[in-house]
């Protein structure tokens, strides 16, 4: 797709998905035609692609401050939160309580749901107007009942940050495990799990510039947790299953380059993202940033525009090849703000007009200059069409 002035798709949906770099891909391509045995096999052919998992799980280790034998590698984020949850619950049947916060990924919070149909006590923590947490409101309910406290690192839809490390520490005094589904931070926040007090910790390969459908669950050496695919021996038994060979590699090498890259690029990602929001918010009336604008992802903002849909905005972008993603779901024809947004209390008419754009290492200037053109444009026309608009 191209743009009405011949630029290339701009991609600002980064913390749906992100590009697979060259050097990342170039380095999993040998493990589908070349080396493609079986890790677990005898001969030396699968011996080779068994080391190369080793070093991936060094290289991720190294990432996020940890022992290689911590890294379980799973298909996914939502495999890895699953596993976490399940996993610890599984191996402390007398607990019977759970707590996290309104604001988690569904894959923490449907299996939540699933926990409370069976019975379980599931708290949901209330966030306030900035999308943060009360800590005094976890720390009252952290009980002997409770077997796990899951909290989120940084939140994908607002790109809010906990603060984790002393969630963890606050966790762990009260005697319970902490996990923490860390997703939107990992590549994005530096990271060091041998100076923190995080049991458990899930993150995605396709957020971080590895392929989709490769996630590790980090857990610390001595935290209990019940093996959860039943099988072959593979991660020491903790998670049977031939390995997503080239995928593990992708992500090993996405790892390496972060670990180097991270701080550097990060800052020049949050002043991009910094002029892009900064001229929305200026010049398209009506409009306001929400979540914690302090602790927050260097790439993410989330704007809402009140009086339209953030469907119509996104459809005006992509005209334009501007990929951003919105807040909300059309669901059965009705639009469903999202939950994110309703727990930070947003009014409803700024929930159905919210956009997040999330940028990454790859995005420009030029990209930036050319949406902050555009998007009074796209809302001024918007607005015109808007029943609710009667200036
Ligand atoms: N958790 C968070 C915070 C996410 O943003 C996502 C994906 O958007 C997931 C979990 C699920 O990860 P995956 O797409 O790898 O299953």
């Known amino acids: 797709m191209t743009t009405d002035n011949k630029m290339k798709t701009i991609y600002f949906d980064n913390n749906a998905t992100t590009k697979v770099p060259e050097?990342?891909?170039e380095e999993m391509k040998p493990f589908f035609c070349e080396l493609?045995?079986?890790?677990?096999?005898?001969?030396?052919?699968?011996?080779?692609?068994?080391?190369?998992i080793r070093k991936s799980r060094q290289q991720v280790a190294n990432l996020l401050g940890c022992d290689p034998a911590e890294i379980i590698f799973t298909s996914s984020g939502t495999e890895s939160d699953n596993a976490a949850i399940n996993g610890v619950l599984a191996t402390a049947a007398h607990k019977r309580k759970i707590i996290t916060s309104r604001v988690e990924h569904p894959a923490?919070?449907?299996?939540?749901?699933?926990?409370?149909?069976?019975?379980?006590?599931?708290?949901e923590l209330e966030v306030d107007k900035q999308g943060q947490l009360d800590l005094g409101e976890l720390e009252k309910q952290i009980d002997d009942d409770t077997a796990l406290v899951?909290?989120?690192y940084a939140n994908n839809e607002t790109g809010v940050i906990f603060p984790v490390e002393q969630i963890a520490e606050l966790v762990k005094s009260k005697g319970s495990i902490f996990h923490t589904d860390a997703v939107q931070a990992v590549g994005k926040i530096p990271l060091n799990l041998s100076k923190s007090n995080i049991d458990l910790l899930s993150l995605s390969g396709h957020k971080l510039h590895a392929p989709k459908g490769v996630g590790v669950l980090y857990v610390r050496k001595g935290t209990r947790l019940s093996p959860f695919m039943l099988g072959g021996h593979q991660e020491a038994g903790r998670r049977a299953g031939t390995e997503n060979v080239p995928g593990i590699v992708g992500l090993g090498k996405a790892c390496e380059l972060a670990a180097k890259n991270t701080k550097e690029e990060n800052e020049r990602v949050r002043k991009l993202r910094d002029k892009l929001e900064n001229a929305i918010l200026k010049n398209c009336p009506d409009s306001m940033l929400n979540g914690d604008k302090d602790n927050r992802l260097p790439n993410t903002s989330n704007i809402s525009f009140e009086y339209i849909e953030g469907e119509s905005i996104l459809l005006m972008l992509d005209k334009f090849g501007i990929c951003a993603s919105s807040g909300s779901a059309c669901t059965s024809g009705s639009l469903e703000p999202s939950h994110v947004l309703r727990a930070m209390g947003v009014p409803f008419t700024a929930a159905h007009g919210s956009i997040r754009f999330s940028l990454s290492r790859y995005n420009t200037e030029k990209e930036v200059d050319y949406t902050i053109e555009k998007m009074p444009e796209i809302v001024n026309k918007l607005r015109k069409l808007s029943p609710f608009v009667t200036k």
Do not use: W
Request: charged share 15%; net charge positive.
């Open 150 to 152: 899951s909290i989120m």
């Open 108 to 123: 923490v919070l449907s299996v939540c749901k699933q926990l409370k149909d069976r019975g379980y006590t599931v708290v």
């Open 36 to 52: 493609y045995g079986n890790p677990s096999s005898m001969h030396t052919f699968g011996g080779q692609i068994a080391a190369r």
């Open 23 to 25: 050097e990342v891909s």
